[in-house]
C-alpha cells in the first residue's frame, strides 16, 4: 500500500508504514514496528505538510505526498517534534518545496540548525496562540514542551477540531488500516509507548492536557500508530490517570513517604534496613516502607519510586560493587523522573565496602538529593553501628519532613557553591 489515507476531505495520511522495525531508540521494543506518521492538509490558498518520516522511509512519504498535492502547492511546513524519525525527509523535502515556509516551535531552533547541519535556515519559531492561514483553513499551535523533548509542540487545524500531536498519544503499531477503529488490539503498545516515552515527563503531560482537554476533538493524529478518531478525548482521559499519583488516597497531604529497599547476603544489610525504617518512623509524618529487592524485580518497584519522597538503597558490597539487583533498581528511574528526590546508601561489606558510594555517586548523577552520607557498616552490625542506623533514617526522616537535622555537605554540595560563587 503507498496510496495516501484521507481523514477527511481536506487531510491525508502521507506517512510512512515500518512493519519490520523490531526496537526503537536502542531501548523500546517494538514487536508490531511502527508508523512515522505525517499529514497534509489543503486549504483555499495553499497546502501545509505536518511532520515528515524517517529518512529510510521517505520514498514512502514523496510517493503519497505526490498524490495529493504538486510541490509548487506547499506553503507551509509543520516540524511538531525534531527527533529524525520525524524529520529525516525534510532536507529532501525543502529542495523539492523551496517556497514553503517552515515553521517549529521556539525552544526547537537550535535542534534544527544542529540537525541541518546549517546556520542559515529560513524558518519561523511559533509558540501558543500563533496561527498561520492557508485560507479556509487554520493551523494553531500550542506550546506542549517535554512531550518528549524540550521542541516539541502540537498544531490544531481549527476547522476540523483535528490535532496533529506529535508523539503525544502516539505508539509503536503498525497496521495499515490506521485508524483506531479498524486497527487490532493496541492497547499494550500504547501503553507501553507512555510508560517508556512520556512518563518520565509526566508533569509536562499535565501540562499539555491543561491545553488540550478543553479544545474540541475529532481527531487526534499522533506520529506514531494508529490515528484516533473514536472517541478520541478517551486516550486524553488515559494520560490523565496515568500522570496522576497512583498512591494519592494512601497517604495523607501533610506526610512524606520513605522507601528503603534493600538486599543482603547474610542478613547485616538486613538489620540495617530495618533499623533504619525504625529511625525514620520516630519522625512525625514519615510513613516508611522496607522492600527486599531479592523479593521483586525493578519493573514493579519503579511505581513506588515515582510516587515515593524518598529513596534508600541497601546493598552489600560483593567483588567490589554493589549487586545487580541495587543496579538494576537504579537504572529503572530513567523511566521516572526522580530529581531532588531525597536519596541515600547503606550497606555491609566484608572488607571494601564500594557499593555505598558507587551508589550515592549514581544517584547523585540523576539529580537526587542526597543530604546525608551513609551507612557502611563492617560484616555485622554492632549495638552501636545499629544505633547509627536509627539515627541514619531518623535524619532522613527529619530532612524529608523539613525539620531542621544536622547537614553533611559532600564534595559534590562543596564544587556546587563554589562554581556558583565564581
Ligand atoms: Fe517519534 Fe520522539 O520521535
Given amino acids: 500500500m503507498t496510496q495516501p489515507v484521507w481523514l477527511s476531505e481536506r487531510v491525508q495520511w502521507i506517512g510512512a508504514l515500518d512493519p519490520t522495525m523490531r526496537s526503537f531508540d536502542i531501548v523500546l521494543k517494538t514487536p508490531n514496528g511502527t508508523t512515522y506518521n505525517a499529514y497534509a492538509v489543503r486549504g483555499s490558498e495553499g497546502v501545509a505538510v505536518i511532520d515528515t518520516v524517517k529518512e529510510a522511509c521517505a520514498e514512502q512519504f514523496f510517493t503519497r505526498l505526490e498524490a495529493v498535492a504538486s510541490y509548487d502547492e506547499i506553503k507551509v511546513i509543520v516540524l511538531n517534534h525534531l527527533e529524525p524519525d520525524h524529520t529525516g525527509a525534510l532536507p529532501e523535502l525543502m529542495r523539492r518545496a523551496p517556497q514553503a515556509k517552515l515553521y517549529i516551535s521556539k525552544s526547537a531552533q537550535l535542534m534544527l540548525k544542529a540537525l541541518l547541519n546549517q546556520q542559515d535556515i529560513d524558518y519561523t519559531p511559533v509558540g501558543t496562540s500563533d496561527t498561520v492561514s492557508l485560507g479556509d483553513r487554520t493551523l494553531r499551535f500550542l506550546h506542549t514542551p517535554y512531550l518528549h523533548w524540550p521542541d516539541t509542540q502540537c498544531t490544531y487545524l481549527e476547522e476540523e477540531y483535528m490535532l496533529f500531536s506529535g508523539d503525544v498519544f502516539g505508539c509503536h503499531f503498525c497496521d495499515e488500516r490506521l485508524f483506531n477503529d479498524k486497527v487490532g488490539d493496541f492497547r499494550f503498545a500504547f501503553e507501553y509507548y507512555y510508560a517508556h516515552i512520556m512518563r518520565p515527563f509526566r508533569e509536562h503531560v499535565l501540562n499539555a492536557l491543561a491545553i488540550l482537554e478543553p479544545l474540541r476533538m475529532n481527531i487526534i493524529a499522533p506520529t506514531h500508530g494508529p490515528i484516533l478518531r473514536d472517541q478520541p478525548k478517551r486516550y486524553m482521559q488515559r494520560y490523565r490517570e496515568l500522570s496522576g499519583q497512583r498512591l494519592q488516597s494512601e497517604v495523607n497531604a501533610d506526610e512524606k513517604t520513605l522507601v528503603i529497599f534493600y538486599i543482603s547476603a547474610y542478613g547485616s544489610t538486613t538489620q540495617m534496613a530495618q533499623m533504619i525504617r525504625a529511625g525514620a518512623e520516630q519522625v512525625a509524618g514519615v510513613r516508611a516502607s522496607l522492600y527486599d529487592m531479592e523479593g521483586g524485580d525493578a519493573d514493579l518497584f519503579v511505581d513506588l519510586v515515582e510516587d515515593a519522597d524518598g529513596i534508600l538503597i541497601g ?42 558510594r558507587m551508589l550515592e555517586d549514581r544517584l547523585r548523577g540523576l539529580k537526587m538529593r542526597l543530604p546525608q552520607s551513609g551507612v557502611r557498616i563492617k560484616l555485622i552490625p554492632s549495638s552501636e553501628e545499629l544505633e547509627e542506623c536509627r539515627r541514619y533514617g531518623q535524619e532522613a526522616g527529619e530532612h524529608l519532613m523539613g525539620v531542621n537535622a544536622p547537614r553533611v555537605l559532600d564534595m559534590a554540595d562543596l564544587l556546587a557553591s563554589r562554581q556558583a560563587q565564581v
Avoid at 567483588?319 to 528511574?333: E, I, M, R, T
Fill in 315 to 356: 546493598s552489600p558490597t560483593i567483588n567490589g560493587d554493589a549487586v545487580k539487583p541495587a543496579w538494576d533498581l537504579v537504572s529503572s528511574f530513567a523511566k521516572i523522573n526522580v530529581r531532588g528526590k531525597l536519596a541515600g546508601a547503606f550497606g555491609s561489606y566484608g572488607w571494601s565496602g564500594e557499593a555505598v
